[in-house]
């Protein structure tokens, strides 16, 4: 078995270029700054507008939802459910036309013998009914994603495709098809790597595969592992069991073997910025570009139908995530004209991006900076999904970047 898996990573390291997936949406996830950001929700969600988000995943914590045990688990109508803090903001996103991928997680203690929130339920029966609850909730929802990195300790004990697949995802899945027609419930949602105690996304696939996992498609949060050397598109391990958004193409290989149906949902990225994370963090600059880096990544890759990042706002426990496009004072990064106008350099020669935001149109300059000035070189015309492609020549260390409408995009120094 292992002479087997280490000749299954060797064959998938690289990403193929075939068949891409131009389709592809973009959003963010942040919970905590949507439901209790600065100002009204009304004006958090105009941010989103203003950046071009497109896709919301949102959490519905089933051990907040129902402290206690519903009489009626299925009817989302039963006393014992609380879904006034989710109401307002997915009612929000559905006024603001964004489109939600809501994500079920966390156990009550009612439901696996008064452990925490991230042991599986006893019975695979009470987590289908709180599925069923949620989707007759929120009929409107199309997506869903069933738990978060379930392959790690810290979410889901016990860590195994098996438990996951027969307790959660099975009996979401049946659930949630029956209340909305044309559903499409996503598995998996796996950490680029198991850590302590837990289970490779290589070998979580494969396990789920065993226990006949059903799932319209395959989620999963393709992490950089070594931030200040892997890159959205290089430096990713080739000989490793870990998948990353620089080795994206292993996944691609795993689940059109194992779910040759399953579309690809990328659930939650991003790059730590320093300041203010020295440890963890690139520089301002570094994580704009990844942006544009992992939009590209995202767009080429067969089956991808979106790419989620985390978060909006730094959060304020600096041993958590400062991946956000502001900082945890609402300082803009660069970040946030990259999400707005993302863009790569994708050879020595050609710049790939797309005018994602509303503001942006569909006609944009490009610009070098020459001295102190910012020097028009050409002028692009968005595609299809505001997609646009330039090749010409430009010298290593130019500085470039995108202006459309109102907006100016982020400064990417050639390489």
């Known amino acids: 078995m292992p002479v087997l898996l280490a000749a299954i990573v060797l064959t998938l390291a690289a990403a193929p270029h075939a068949s891409a997936a131009p389709g592809v949406k973009f959003g963010l996830t942040d919970d905590a700054w949507l439901m209790n950001g600065p100002g009204t929700l009304d004006q958090r969600l105009a941010k989103l507008d203003e950046l071009g988000v497109r896709v919301v995943r949102f959490t519905l914590r089933w051990d907040q939802i129902a402290h206690t045990q519903p009489t009626v688990p299925a009817d989302p109508a039963d006393a014992a459910y609380d879904w006034s803090s989710p109401d307002q903001v997915l009612g929000g996103l559905q006024e603001h036309d964004i489109e939600v991928v809501v994500q079920l997680l966390g156990t009550p203690g009612w439901a696996n013998g008064g452990r925490g929130s991230n042991y599986a ?32 300790v810290r979410w889901l004990r016990p860590t195994t495709p098996t438990i996951y697949t027969i307790r959660l995802l099975n009996p979401a899945y049946a659930a949630i098809h029956t209340a909305i027609k044309g559903a499409q419930v996503a598995g998996g949602g796996t950490a680029p790597r198991g850590s302590t105690g837990g289970v490779s996304p290589v070998t979580w696939i494969t396990g789920m595969h065993a226990a006949h996992a059903r799932l319209d498609a395959y989620a999963h949060n393709p992490y950089p592992l070594d931030p200040k050397r892997e890159s959205p598109l290089r430096g990713g391990c080739a000989n490793c069991t870990t998948v990353t958004m620089a080795t994206i193409g292993r996944l691609v290989t795993l689940v059109g073997r194992d779910f040759p149906k ?87 020669s050609t710049l790939w991006g797309q005018l994602r935001a509303p503001a942006a149109g569909t006609t944009a300059r490009l610009e070098r900076l020459v001295g102190s000035r910012w020097t028009t070189f050409a002028t ?11 090749t010409g020549t430009l010298v290593r260390g130019a500085q470039v970047r995108v202006r459309a409408g109102s907006l100016v995009g982020a400064t990417l120094t050639m390489h």
């Open 380 to 390: 692009v015309r968005a595609g299809s999904g505001g997609y646009f492609r330039w």
């Open 121 to 152: 339920p006893t019975s695979s029966a009470t987590f289908g009914a709180f599925a069923s609850a949620a989707a007759h909730k929120y009929p409107w929802v199309k997506r869903w994603v069933i738990w978060n990195e379930p392959n790690q």
């Open 262 to 348: 399953a579309r690809i949902w990328l659930t939650e990225y991003g790059y730590q910025s320093n300041p203010p994370d020295r440890l963890l963090g690139v520089p301002y600059a570094l994580q704009a570009r990844y942006i544009g880096e992992g939009a590209y990544a995202a767009y080429r890759t067969p089956k991808v139908d979106m790419l989620i990042h985390f978060l909006y706002r730094d959060e304020p426990n600096l041993a958590r995530f400062q991946s956000g496009l502001v900082t945890l004072t609402n300082g803009i990064k660069p970040a946030y004209a990259a999400f707005q106008l993302p863009v790569a350099q994708i050879s020595r």
